[in-house]
């Protein structure tokens, strides 16, 4: 065991895009875990959009990551010391523990993995926190009735490709709009989408609604909101009558002066979905995951069914190294990645 | 009875805001009601703010009036021929029969008033479809629970009147907002609003907002959206995580462009909109009274001994005589009614 642990620090909030040095590597002593504490070893570590959202200090979901504090992250872990009787060294862990290689918790709120079940990656990944959203925003908010069309942006993504299988499973023509012709080719052929939709290759949000026009004939019941930006532009006035919107990201947005919160030049987008929102009667749900922990059984009882069944697939795109974290984050940004993100910041059985 | 007939169609669409060469009084001979139909005569005339959208081409919940055709509007009348053993004559009766002294009408969908339960013109107001919306938006879609604080828009018109003060019989905190310090004072005085403020006093959305938040300290639960606008604008960033909108109208907005449906200038107020959806998990909802129509029985169960007891008022501002609709509705556009609009077409017991 090193007696060195590493973690990456937020070293500045960015202006706009994040860049590079908004992120500083520090070294410090593996510390001791205290009195009913545990000591972790990270193996994988997640990134998500919504961590762009912490590096901001205006108000979010929850606190800011203060500058010089640990960037926050999901990770799977594993026991290598507990002072706590619920966990045994060799446990597979998954909780916050941060962009870290090390870290002391005190157990609560941590969830045993078991390695068993399916590869302990998809803990953070299709069997974690970006499954569990796309299970309650599809099933609880998005509320889908069989035959109904689909439609979902950030289509190959972590959360996306999970609502998009979710959706072909529960009897949707599904639809996604996803970056580039490679993504757009794998959610049809891999995952089973009806059509998807590449919006680099849509010159404006026009050209994308007469796309999206004419692969939903029967109209949009449901948008699966993560972008924001052209795709929402595109989609909203295509949504039927009773449409539901569960808003989970606005990826696009999120560079915006203060995570969307500044001046925006115009044309003011807002009266026309404000109309459309009234006459067509929809229903736009805003939703975080961590409100809805308990349907976490719910979810568990049906998804790891159907990955064993080969009907639900997941990809990963994996940056090798605590060090490749914040560059594989600001790709994430910008769509780099292929399914779910995924930082190996120590080998499995090492 | 006299020979003729007078009704007001519709001469030509506005572009903007409606004028009064928008409308053409037309007289023809009063007609027969055929087979199985009624021959009713106007007593009452309703105006809304919805049928500013009836005046458009583009797609709202229902077609638009045809250029030509008699403008669209709810009504209360005296059945005065009836060839339909439903009816007899003197009946008092609602239905959509629009701008004119008579009308001939198989008599589906057309309901009976008691008019031993209140005034009939109640009929088309507080106990009628103003009154039904008020009660499904705050009840179905604000789910309002005792303590919550209600913001509501318009709030001296005949829906904001009745959505507040049904909100202050369900235990809610309620904040109306208003054009004008006469409104403000009867919302407080007479309607019971823990206080009401005058939009037209506020020289921008930030003023609005300033004032909103300090008769808010609670934050906002519920906001019934009547109006769009600096309104809306002034007071989405103020919601309480979890808080719930019902979209009712946007009366503010009605005359862009094809009903909000133009390029409007910016700044873009779509993101920031949309990110408060998000990290608040609003629950934002159009609707349309005619979906509801199912709510008709419970609310006519509870909202009248509501008005019996005092608890639940509300005023009328009466214009004399068809001729007089169409500027009575042009007014009602700029705020110029006082609770719900009516036109006395003809005299009861006349």
Chains 1, 2 share one sequence.
Not at 66 to 93: C, H, L, Q, Y
Not at 109 to 130: E, F, N, Q, W, Y
Request: hydrophobic residues 45%; charged residues 20%.
């Amino acid at each position: 065991m090193p007696d060195e642990m590493r973690r990456i620090v937020l070293a500045s909030r960015p202006s706009g895009a994040p860049a590079l040095d908004n992120f500083r590597l520090e070294t410090a002593p593996i510390p001791e875990p205290g009195g009913g504490e545990i000591l972790v070893k990270v193996l994988w570590l997640s990134l998500d959009p919504y961590m762009r959202g912490r590096m901001d200090a205006s108000k979010s979901y929850a606190a800011a990551v203060e500058v010089g504090g640990t960037m926050e992250g999901g990770a799977v872990a594993e026991v290598i010391r507990s002072n706590n009787p619920k966990f045994i060294i060799g446990d597979i862990v998954n909780a916050q523990f941060g962009w870290t290689t090390h870290a002391v918790h005190t157990g609560q709120g941590v969830r045993k993995i078991d390695p068993a079940l399916a590869p302990i990656s998809t803990a953070v990944g299709v069997l974690g926190m970006p499954g569990l959203t796309a299970y309650v925003g599809l099933l609880d908010h998005g509320r889908p009735q069989p035959g109904e069309t689909l439609v979902v942006s950030a289509a190959t993504g972590a959360v996306g490709s999970v609502v998009g299988q979710l959706g072909k499973i529960h009897g949707l023509r599904v639809v996604g709009v996803a970056g580039g012709a490679e993504k757009c080719a794998y959610a049809v052929e891999e995952l089973g989408f009806d059509a998807c939709l590449d919006h680099r290759a849509a010159p404006d949000a026009k050209a994308l609604r007469a796309e999206l026009a004419a692969a939903c004939p029967g109209g949009v019941d449901i948008y699966y909101e993560n972008v924001g930006g052209k795709t929402l532009e595109a989609v909203y006035p295509l949504i039927n009558v009773g449409g539901r919107i569960p808003v989970c990201g606005m990826i696009s947005w999120y560079n915006l002066g203060g995570l969307g919160m500044g001046a925006v030049d115009g044309p003011d987008r807002l009266p026309k979905l404000w109309r459309t929102v009234l006459v067509n009667r929809l229903s736009v749900r805003g939703f975080i995951v961590t409100d809805h922990y308990d349907r976490f059984p719910a979810f568990l009882s049906e998804v790891p069914g159907h990955i064993r069944d080969g009907r639900l697939k997941y990809r990963e795109t994996i940056a090798e190294g605590l060090d490749a974290a914040p560059e594989a984050f600001l790709a994430l940004l910008k769509g780099g990645n292929f399914g779910k993100q995924l930082v190996r910041v120590a080998a499995e059985n090492a």
